[in-house]
C-alpha cells in the first residue's frame, strides 16, 4: 500500500509539469527598439476561484527629481509609500478616481502609507516639479511590468484561452491598448506573442534615466 502511494506521488509529481503553460510577451516600438515600462496583463476566460494574496507594502520613491519606478503594478488593498529622497521638497498627489491623495514631503520624509482598494489607474505627479510623473496600475489580473529588455514570461498557466493587453504611458493620445486572444494548451513549450507599440517621446524632461539605479 506504501509502495502504491508513494508511486501515485511520484507520478502526479511528474505530471504535473506537463500540464502547465508559459507565455512569453514581448514588446517593442515602430523602430524595433525594445520597450521598457509596459505593463503585460493575462486574463484568462474562465476565472479560477481562488484566495487573494495578502496587501503588501509597495515604494515609489523619489531621486534626481524623478519617480521610481515610473511604472508599477498594485493589487487592490496593496498600500503605497513615496518616500523623498532628494534634497528638495516634493508635492506628491493624483486626482485619479481610483485613488486620490496629496502629501508635502521635505527631504528624507516619506508619506503615511495609501491604501488602493480600487482597480484602475492612478497617475501621479508633483505639483513643484511638473516633469515629475509615474503611474499605478492597480489591477487584480496577472500583470507585469517590462524591464528595459522589454520582455515579461508567464510561468504555470493553465491551458485555455487568455487575452493579452499591453498598456503604456506613452502610447498616442486616442490609441487603445493593443490586446491579443491566445490559446494555451498543455505541454511545457513556450508560447510567444509580440507587440508593437507606437509611443511618443517621454514627458518626464531632462533626467538621464539611462544611468538612474532603478
Known amino acids: 500500500m506504501r509502495r502504491r502511494l508513494l508511486l501515485a506521488w511520484l507520478l502526479a509529481g511528474c505530471a504535473g509539469p506537463l500540464w502547465a503553460a508559459q507565455l ?23 476565472q479560477a476561484a481562488g484566495p487573494s494574496p495578502a496587501p503588501v507594502t509597495r515604494y ?18 496593496d498600500r503605497v509609500v513615496f518616500r523623498n529622497s532628494d534634497g528638495t521638497r516634493h508635492h506628491v498627489y493624483s486626482f485619479s478616481e481610483a485613488g486620490a491623495f496629496e502629501f508635502l514631503l521635505r527631504p528624507g520624509e516619506s508619506s503615511p502609507a495609501v491604501t488602493l482598494g480600487q482597480p484602475g489607474l492612478v497617475a ?9 510623473i509615474a503611474y499605478l496600475l492597480v489591477t487584480s489580473e496577472q500583470a507585469r511590468v517590462t524591464p528595459s529588455q522589454g520582455q515579461v514570461v508567464f510561468e504555470q498557466l493553465s ?8 498598456w503604456h504611458p506613452q502610447l498616442r493620445p ?6 491579443e486572444t491566445v ?6 513549450e513556450a508560447r510567444h506573442v509580440d507587440f508593437t507599440l507606437s509611443l511618443i517621446p517621454d514627458p518626464r524632461g531632462f533626467a538621464d534615466r539611462e544611468h538612474l539605479d532603478y
Not at 159 to 166: H, S
Not at 174 to 179: E, K, L, N, T, Y
Not at 183 to 188: D, F, I, K, R, S
Open 174 to 179: 486616442g490609441q487603445a491598448p493593443p490586446a
Open 60 to 77: 515609489v520613491d523619489q531621486r534626481d527629481e524623478t519617480f521610481i519606478p515610473y511604472v508599477q503594478v498594485v493589487r487592490p488593498g
Open 124 to 132: 501621479v505627479g508633483c505639483n513643484i516639479h511638473d516633469h515629475m
Open 24 to 46: 512569453v510577451v514581448r514588446v517593442s516600438d515602430t523602430g524595433g527598439r525594445a520597450v521598457g515600462d509596459a505593463v503585460v496583463t493575462l486574463s484568462p476566460a474562465l
Open 159 to 166: 491551458p485555455g484561452n487568455y487575452t493579452v493587453t499591453v
Open 183 to 188: 490559446a494555451l494548451g498543455e505541454g511545457t
